[in-house]
């Protein structure tokens, strides 16, 4: 027999945009129950470091009243960049004098200062949503994998790229975008890698040319994590590259033939495992009439390519923006939620066509050249 609860709201998604929503509504007085896949908090690592923009991640922070635990969570020297060509010759190195209005975050670390701030039993672990359905009257039920299932009067979306919640909005599905990832980490960077610890520096590393790239950052642990990056067909690499890590190792070098030995060595140097990740996006400018009871945040609303750096930020600006307007207005949540999805469709197209325009400079003709003009404004 299957067991159905009703939750006056639901949030599908733990990641930081879910966890933002709920805590900025928490600290309202308005109870949210949010639904994650994972098993549990610790059941994977979270990713790499995130930059924190002053302009979006900060002020939903802010609303959330985690400004003083957010600064505890910096990481000292982050928002260093270096700048290099495939021979390696490094063409912009920035060092953090600690003015920068993006400082450097794990993103474990955050989502531990989230999950830290919610009432004990906010968070359902291991429900994966398998069918989410309208009742009418802008109510749902969302059907899990373990056989129960809830009801809601307001569902959100926060489920990320392959949302299950954004059928009920959008016939929109994430594209591919032409580039590909092979992701690495390489530990105790320091000791044990000390060539690349001295290649990367303190905080961001490029290394572009020619359609590929490594793009890197040095964690707070101490470890590199790296990805080398090209434009290329979905069918890269070939079966012989997709059988194993080793094999994808094999394929991903032979993609950088002629790139300096300390560049290639990021991947012949990696410990553990590599994977294989395609970077996809939802079309710049995605939108979707009001219906009743449902809304997005975050990649499932606007999925869009890393290279400015907007995903995580706009998702925590998301659940901060639909809170507060919810808390503005808690006897018309529709209105509330016109207004949080107008101001969202505006800075959420506004960031994927900066996204898409980055990734056509990165990954173009002559990336060097046209983003040591962005970042020193020389002519």
Do not use: C
Not at 28 to 52: K, S, Y
Not at 58 to 64: D, H, N, R
Not at 252 to 263: E, K, R, V
């Amino acid at each position: 027999m299957t067991t159905t609860t009703h939750h006056p709201l639901a949030v599908l998604g733990g990641g930081l945009g879910g966890l933002l929503l709920a805590r900025v509504l928490h600290v309202h007085g308005i109870p949210a129950a949010v639904f994650d896949l994972e098993p549990g908090p610790e059941a994977r690592t979270q990713g790499g470091m995130l930059d924190i923009h002053h302009d979006s991640g900060q002020p939903a922070l802010a609303a959330a009243g985690l400004t003083e635990g957010f600064r505890a969570i910096v990481h000292p020297g982050g928002q260093a960049l270096r700048l290099l060509g495939p021979d390696a010759t490094v063409h912009l190195a920035e060092p953090d004098d600690g003015t920068g209005g993006r400082p450097e975050v794990d993103r474990g670390d955050l989502r531990d200062l989230l999950l830290g701030s919610l009432p004990a039993g906010t968070v359902h672990w291991g429900r994966k949503a398998v069918a989410v359905e309208p009742l009418g009257g802008g109510r749902h039920r969302v059907a899990f994998a373990d056989g129960g299932a809830i009801t809601t009067d307001l569902l959100v979306g926060a489920d990320g790229a392959w949302s299950k919640v954004r059928p009920l909005l959008s016939a929109a599905r994430p594209a591919y975008t032409g580039v590909s990832f092979v992701e690495a980490d390489l530990h105790d960077a320091a000791r044990r890698h000390p060539g690349a610890a001295a290649l990367l520096g303190g905080g961001m590393f490029m290394a572009l040319g020619d359609g590929r790239g490594f793009l890197g950052h040095l964690e707070s642990d101490g470890s590199i994590h790296v990805y080398a990056a090209l434009r290329t067909g979905e069918d890269w690499p070939p079966a012989t590259g997709q059988a194993d890590s080793a094999g994808l190792r094999d394929a991903a070098l032979a993609a950088f033939t002629g790139w300096a030995d300390p560049l290639r060595s990021l991947l012949t140097d990696a410990d553990g495992e590599l994977t294989l990740r395609r970077i996809h996006a939802l079309p710049v400018g995605h939108r979707w009439e009001r219906t009743p009871g449902v809304t997005l945040l975050g990649d499932a609303a606007h999925l869009m390519s890393p290279f400015a750096g907007e995903g995580a930020n706009l998702a925590m600006q998301d659940g901060a923006e639909l809170a507060l307007a919810l808390a503005a207005r808690p006897d018309d949540p529709e209105t509330a939620l016109h207004t949080y999805e107008q101001d969202m469709f505006t800075r959420a197209g506004a960031s994927a066509a900066a996204s898409a325009a980055s990734l056509d400079l990165m990954f173009g003709p002559d990336p060097v050249a046209g983003l040591l003009k962005m970042f020193t404004d020389t002519p």
